[in-house]
Each structure stands twice: as C-alpha cells, then as structure tokens.
C-alpha cells in the first residue's frame, strides 16, 4: 500500500465509504431542454426544475444549447496543458495578485484536494474588492493568466465560456419562472458578474479510500455549470438525510446545481447542497464548472417577495464580493480557523 502525504487525509467522516449507498434507485432528474421548445411542456419543464432545485439543487440537462465541438475543444487543449511539465504550468501559477490560473494545492476545510485546477475569469480583467475590510469601498482590476502553449488554449477557453454563461442566463430565467418571479427577476445582479470558470484534473490516487478530489462542500455561487467526462465520482448529498448519491456521467450533458446565493435569495427553498469527488486508483478525471457569480456590490439576501411574517429571512444579507475576497484568500492555504462559511450569516433565532 502506498503512502499519502498527510494534507490530503478525510476525516473518517468525511471519506468516500461514509454515508454511501453505492446501487441505489433514486436518480438525479434529468431534464430535456429541447422540451422548451413544445409550448404545451414550458410549464412542466419549469416546475421538474423547480422540483429538482428544491429537492436535490442539483439537475442534469440535456440538449442545453452548448455546442459538443466547443466542449471537445476544450477539453482537448486543456488535457496538452496539464500534461506539460510542472516547469511550464508554474508559470502561470495563481498567486495574491490575480487569483487565477494554474494551482495544484487547493484546500476544502483545511484538507488538500487531490486535484489540479486551472481558473479563468469570464470577465477580463474582472472588478473586485481591494480589501476584506466592510469600510474600504476599493476596487481593484484582476487578469486572467494564459499559458503560451497550447496556442489555441485561451480561444477554446473564451468560446466555451461564452456558451457557458448564455445557458447559465437562460437556467436563471427559468429559476425565476419556477419561483413564481418575473424571468428577468435576478439580471440586475450580474452588471459587473464575477463570473469564473475552472478546469479541474483529478489524477489517479493511489489511496481513494482516505483521499478526495474535492472535499464535501457547497458552492458559493449562484449556480454551477458543469461538464464531466465519463469517468464519474462526483456525489451529492440528499437533502431529506444527508445520504451520498453518485451523479452519474450522461453522455454531453451539463451538472447544474444551486449555489448559496440562490439559496439565500430564495430563503432556504432552493437548495444548495452537499457535493464531493471521490478518485480512483486508475483514471484521471477532467470537469470544467462554469460558476456563475454577481456583481461585486450585490447584497445577498432572502429576496423580499420571497420573505413574509410566516417566512422570515433566515439570513443577514453579505456584500458578495467581500465574502468572495475573504474566501479566496483562505481557500489557498492550510489556515488555523476554518475558512468562511453562508452559515456565518445565518440569523440566529
Ligand atoms: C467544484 C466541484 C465537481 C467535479 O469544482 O466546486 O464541485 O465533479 N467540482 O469536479
Ligand atoms: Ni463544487
């Protein structure tokens, strides 16, 4: 049995054996979206979102508008990068000044994740926040970092993101839809979006028993898109009892799932849930998640048509950007405290 270095070791809790049922019935909706096309299915493709929003926060869709080629595209010239030699992607290495790019030490909680990311903002350069401090009204500008070689790498990157942040629009719409809202409910939050994608390689580990590629968490965003080849190993966590569900690989669909500023703005209704990857001892893996993410300056909080005396807003609103910059900073590195979490700003009752 080979050694792991011990940063990348689970709490037993957390390990990919708990809490597991590995062949169970329940399956994750998967949803059609050429269905739209059918005025007569509208309405019940909107409410199996809903339903899925509020049971799981998590959906597969299919026929979603984002072209296979731009997909095999990218994941073609994203595998050329990762396979160069570590001299190369350390030149492009993420660091304090501009978050992004090449990283290989990504902390969930405190633990190493076994995985190797590259990050890219939609928007180039993108405005956030200079400080964490809630008085310092500073911007400031972040670049993305794009590698020299592969050559077609940061047009591959910048199509598929394009693609990626139309159908991230249009799943906005219908959320809206199904939460009784006018369709364009949310698109003021998104005028300087802080939008970013990233490509993830998880490589073959030789101990998936105590290691994860990322550890149980939830997105911080609005909602994910995300693109999984056919390997698997993302799980989900029920939201009726915390039971670990796989989200099995359905050829040329995209992952979507709820992040906590949904969450918040529809006051506990939509769910932002659990989620981990677990390894293999012998593939590698690839995702590319589009996080879809607002403004700098957007307060998060319960929405005001969604609140009322019988429902009162479970959270305290938080500057987006502050939160994005105070967890940016502690997802880097092995911090003492854990890094900040939605519950901070829970209302306590
Ligand atoms: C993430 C994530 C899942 C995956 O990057 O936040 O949950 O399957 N990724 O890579
Ligand atoms: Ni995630």
């Known amino acids: 049995m080979e050694d792991l270095d011990p940063t990348y070791i689970q709490a037993p809790e957390h390990r990919s054996d708990s809490n597991f049922i590995p062949n169970q019935p329940e399956e994750i909706p998967v949803i059609d979206l050429s269905r739209l096309d059918d005025p007569e299915d509208v309405q019940n493709v909107i409410s199996e979102i809903g339903d899925a929003c509020e049971k799981w926060g998590f959906f ?36 304090d000044v501009n978050p992004v790019g090449y990283h290989d030490g990504e902390h969930t909680k405190n633990v190493k994740d076994w995985k ?3 990050d890219i903002y939609f928007k180039d350069p993108m405005v956030i926040p200079s400080t964490t401090d809630p008085e310092d009204e500073g911007l400031r500008l972040v670049y993305n970092k794009w590698p020299q070689s592969p050559s077609d790498f940061r047009e591959a990157c910048e199509v598929y993101a394009r693609h990626a942040e ?10 809206s839809l199904s939460l009784g809202l006018p369709k364009e409910r949310f698109h003021d939050y998104f005028k300087e979006q802080m939008s970013f994608f990233r490509i993830n ?22 909602i994910s898109l995300l693109a999984q080849d056919d390997v698997g190993g993302l799980q989900v966590s029920r939201r009726s009892d915390g039971v670990w569900f ?59 048509e ?4 019988e429902n009162p807003p479970k959270y305290k609103g938080y500057k987006w950007g502050k939160f994005y910059v105070s967890r940016n900073r502690s997802d880097f590195r092995k911090l003492e405290i854990e890094n900040i979490q939605i519950d901070d700003f829970k209302v306590k009752t």
């Open 60 to 95: 597969q869709v299919l026929n979603h508008g984002v072209p296979s080629d731009a997909r095999q595209r990218v994941e073609k010239t994203v595998k050329m990068f990762f396979d160069l030699p570590m001299e190369e992607k350390i030149k492009v290495k993420r660091d």
């Open 116 to 118: 190797e990311v590259f």
């Open 166 to 175: 139309k159908l991230a629009f249009k799943l906005l719409e219908l959320i």
């Open 201 to 222: 390689r998880y490589p073959p580990c030789p101990r998936p028993d105590l290691a994860l590629g990322v550890g149980h968490h939830k997105d911080a965003d609005v």
């Open 246 to 304: 796989p989200i099995r690989p359905v050829p040329n669909a995209l992952v979507i799932n709820i992040g906590n500023c949904m969450e918040i703005w529809t006051n506990d209704k939509y769910w932002s849930a659990e989620h981990r990857v677990v390894v293999n001892t012998t593939r590698e893996r690839y995702s590319i998640p589009f996080f879809l993410l607002p403004s700098h300056d957007v307060e998060v909080k319960p929405l005001e």
């Open 306 to 309: 969604l609140v009322s005396p």
